[in-house]
Nanobody
Framework: VQLQASGGGLVQAGGSLRLSCAAS????????MGWFRQAPGEEREFVAT????????IYADSVKGRFTISRDNAKNTVYLQMNSLKPEDTAVYYC????????????????WGQGTQVTVSS
């Protein structure tokens, strides 16, 4: 499955952004989807994941209560609503797909989008 992430940009601390990730295949609804991020000089970090049905989600502690992952299987799209953004949220954000539910390890995801830059100014 091919993934295309979009929606990144420059925002002030406390602001909001919504990222989107569009999938190329109708089988999108059979994949669990995740968002990861990678800051310069850092390893790729888990942000959130959502089950294929949309019925279960898992968040990293660092974003819990501020970010919301959701999906629209009719549109083959997964979203990441990011509120109360902080400078430490600055990173390239990647969406990923897999059929193994619940993993926060990037190695368990087989399909990746190209990434979208999020920059939060203080």
């Amino acid at each position: 499955v091919q993934l295309q992430a979009s929606g990144g940009g420059l925002v002030q601390a406390g602001g909001s952004l919504r990222l989107s990730c569009a999938a190329s295949e109708r089988t999108f609804s059979s994949y669990d989807m995740g968002w990861f991020r990678q800051a310069p000089g850092e390893e790729r970090e888990f942000v959130a994941t959502i089950k294929w049905s949309g019925g279960r989600t898992i968040y990293a502690d660092s974003v819990k209560g501020r970010f919301t992952i959701s999906r629209d299987n009719a549109k083959n799209t997964v979203y990441l609503q990011m509120n109360s953004l902080k400078p430490e949220d600055t990173a390239v954000y990647y969406c990923a797909a897999d059929r193994e539910w619940g993993s926060s390890d990037s190695k368990d995801y087989n399909y990746w989008g190209q990434g979208t830059q999020v920059t939060v100014s203080s």
